[in-house]
């Protein structure tokens, strides 16, 4: 299977193993993720205003670029597959919006036609958790492992349509077909702070210390996430238990995983 | 400077959302994780809109601690959808010409080692026009 994968900036710096262990682990259960042509930063965040035209046009080029090529868009960044849905959901409903959209657009019009999928969506839906199981080859068992959602995986779930917004299980099951030890905690899908870190430290300090403290009080001894800026905000703000990308989990249960600097 | 009408109405056509359907539960501002950091909270923002006191919310520093978490979005009970109304504000307040709140000159003192472009990106998006 070959699918339109949208890496993001984040992915080509700070976060490069969790763009690495997503191609590795990727063509371990058989998916190539063929990398978007010329594909832009997608801006981190989702402007909800529907006036704001020009900064959603890298994402509606690479959702083209996926539907042309009829391949669905695979993005692994949490902050990429929210804006990235989120555009393609405004240009499936709101025609005022897309029709603003498609006077950029150079040949034919694009009207929210392409699939996208977060990497996790892509092991549940496309490959299967049980077909995951089977090639997994370093069996994690016994590993107390929680699942970070922050805020961008999940909502608004009118769009994201991934999971149960408030009782999400799609990272749990994710982690248990590796054969660890899923920890559930309530903070599991409350924010981090995000890009709060710019604007009051104190605030993004409060919110990753908190998440934090509920996993290991569950009993975790590792969290995992989709997202750099979590990771960063988790880490910064003194986690004592690994942060760590779900896709580095992923490569050392399917044996590809090997020691990088990045 | 801009009468309450206008400014409702502008405020009003950017988020999109319908204020008046709000029933002041206060469930937006219960869940806000940004709820400290605040001098007024989401279910305030819908509120002072809705009634047209918008100049008290131009002028807060309340528009830049929103976290653009959604779960103000999600966990109306009526679909309001609070937190695109703090994000209308906003982009009515950076909109104007030398309004940006952060500038690239603040990004050295910003950056470390770690820090993941995703923080930048988006800062710069939420922060200026």
Redesign the interface.
Known sequence: MKVSYFP???LK???KDLDLYSYKSASALGVTLEEIENWQ?C??????????VA?KLSSVRALKYAFERNEPLVTV?S?CHNVIKQTNYAMQTNKTFADKVNRYMAEDSYNGEAEVYHYLEMLRDLVGFDTLKEKVVNSLKGKKIAAYY??LL????KVMRMDD?ENPTIMEDFIRALGADAVVYAKRN??C????????PD?AR??SNAVVKNAKAAGAEMIITA???C??NL??NGADIPVVYFTELLAEALGVKEDTNA | MHNNRYLRDEIIRISGVNTAKCMKCGKCSATCPAYDEMEYHPHQFVNMVESGDITPLLNSDSLYKCLSCFACIDRCPRGVEPAKVVEAVRLFAVRKQGANRMTANDVPAIVDEDTPQQLLVSAFRKYTK
């Open positions: 993001g900036c984040t710096n700070k976060a930063c801006g981190g965040v989702f402007t909800s205003a529907d006036d704001e900064t960044c902050a922050g805020c999940l909502r608004p779930n917004p409350e924010c702070g995000g890009y709060i870190s710019v604007e009051s605030s409060r919110n997202c750099p800026l990771k960063y880490e910064k």
